[in-house]
Antibody, heavy 115, light 106 residues
Framework: EVQLVESGGGLVQPGGSLRLSCAGS????????MNWVRQAPGKGLEWLSY????????YYADSVQGRFTISRDNAKNSLYLQMNSLRAEDTAVYYCASMGRMDCWGQGTLVTVSS | DIQMTQSPSSLSASVGDRVTITCRAS??????LAWYQQKPGKAPKRLID???SLQSGVPSRFSGSGSGTEFTLTISSLQPEDFATYYCLQHSSYRTFGQGTKVEIK
């Protein structure tokens, strides 16, 4: 079964950092581009970042450029999102997703930025 | 950056109704557009990619059309399980979601 499972969410203070992880299984992880997408409470979907299968191409949304870093370790079938300088408006459910040749999403992990 | 303007933001419809949702891109995205369905508390699910290619397992009452800057998702006969929020996504340059359309029961 093709599956993505996020972890690493939680409560963090404004200005703090958090690292999200996403474990893939049931498919050849290195062959697929991956993304991070978030959804603030009661709001729509916001694309955050993209990474190609070989990590050679990386994109960020303006809202997180310079604060968030996407990376992957194909040997571990894992995707990461390092989030620094967190703000209250970063509070959201964060999804990892392959939205290319294969469409597969994780269940999401909640990040709450609050003092 | 490419902006996606989706309309309407919400609509009320009855079972059996024909429903149309529109997305407009701020610049030409060819047919690099997907449509997603999201139900409360669940991850989104892709219905259509390439503007008009139905994903495997998606009912044929869903269809997509358009190219360039104007795109449409049509549900030909709304079913109870179709009440959800729908998003367009452009993947021509980076990625951008539309604001979403919530389809509610009339």
């Amino acid at each position: 079964e093709v599956q993505l499972v996020e972890s690493g969410g939680g409560l963090v203070q404004p200005g703090g950092s958090l690292r999200l992880s996403c474990a893939g299984s049931g498919f050849t992880f290195s062959s697929y581009e991956m993304n991070w997408v978030r959804q603030a409470p009661g709001k729509g979907l916001e694309w955050l970042s993209y990474i190609s299968g070989t990590s050679s191409t990386i994109y960020y949304a303006d809202s997180v450029q310079g604060r968030f870093t996407i990376s992957r370790d194909n040997a571990k079938n894992s995707l990461y999102l390092q989030m620094n300088s967190l703000r209250a408006e970063d509070t959201a459910v964060y999804y990892c997703a392959s939205m290319g040749r294969m469409d597969c999403w994780g269940q999401g992990t909640l990040v709450t930025v609050s003092s | 950056d490419i902006q996606m303007t989706q309309s309407p933001s919400s609509l009320s419809a009855s079972v059996g109704d024909r429903v149309t949702i529109t997305c407009r891109a701020s610049q030409d995205i060819r047919n690099d557009l997907a449509w997603y369905q999201q139900k409360p508390g669940k991850a989104p699910k892709r219905l259509i990619d390439g503007a008009s290619s139905l994903q495997s397992g998606v009912p044929s009452r869903f269809s997509g059309s358009g190219s360039g800057t104007e795109f449409t998702l049509t549900i030909s006969s709304l079913q109870p399980e179709d009440f959800a929020t729908y998003y367009c996504l452009q993947h021509s340059s980076y990625r951008t979601f539309g604001q979403g359309t919530k389809v509610e029961i009339k």
